[in-house]
């Protein structure tokens, strides 16, 4: 298959989005600015729970300045983890990328949100060259060793320093 360019203007990259996870057989790697859509939160928990290994970076400002994201990851099994960038406090990891399967990468604007979904204008390119996928990889397993799980300084939220299994 060839790469792919998807523009919201055209429609819903939510549902492109949703027909990867319902595919995913393996892996979902994701390393994401935000995440407030339900839809998308709850498809990586059905992955997971079908034994796809689902893993989650997102960024820790955005996850301290939103409710949303905590309440969503108070209702998942998977393991998520919260990186700053890479001046620290304040700066964002603010990549928007996803790799399933070793097979497919999600890169662009478009972040797992209601507004990205419903309101702006995104795009998302989607790669399938082996050598891009690596390098996505790659970049993952970085963030993903670099990154640390925490529990927010009173949320009420169940368990959420427990998620980790590796």
């Not at 393996?26 to 997971?48: F, I, K």
Request: glycine share 6%; hydrophobic share 40%.
């Amino acid at each position: 298959m060839r790469d792919e360019l998807l523009f919201s203007r055209d429609g819903s990259i939510q549902a492109y989005i949703e027909q990867l996870l319902n595919a995913v057989t393996t892996s979902v790697e994701a390393a994401l600015y935000r995440l407030n859509n339900p839809a998308l939160a709850q498809g990586l928990e059905r992955a997971w729970r079908r034994g796809v290994q689902v893993r989650l970076v997102l960024d820790r400002n955005k996850f301290d300045d939103d409710r949303a994201p905590r309440h969503l990851l108070a209702e998942v099994s998977f393991p998520w983890r919260l990186l700053y960038g890479r001046g620290g406090c304040g700066s964002k990891m603010h990549h928007k990328m996803v790799l399933f399967d070793s097979a497919v990468a999600l890169a662009g604007s478009y972040n797992w949100t209601l507004e990205s979904e419903r309101e702006n204008y995104e795009n998302l390119l989607v790669l399938r060259a082996p050598e891009q996928l690596a390098q996505f990889h790659r970049e993952f397993e970085a963030l993903w060793n670099e990154a640390r799980e925490f529990r927010p300084p009173g949320d009420g939220a169940p368990g959420l320093a427990s998620r980790e299994t590796t």
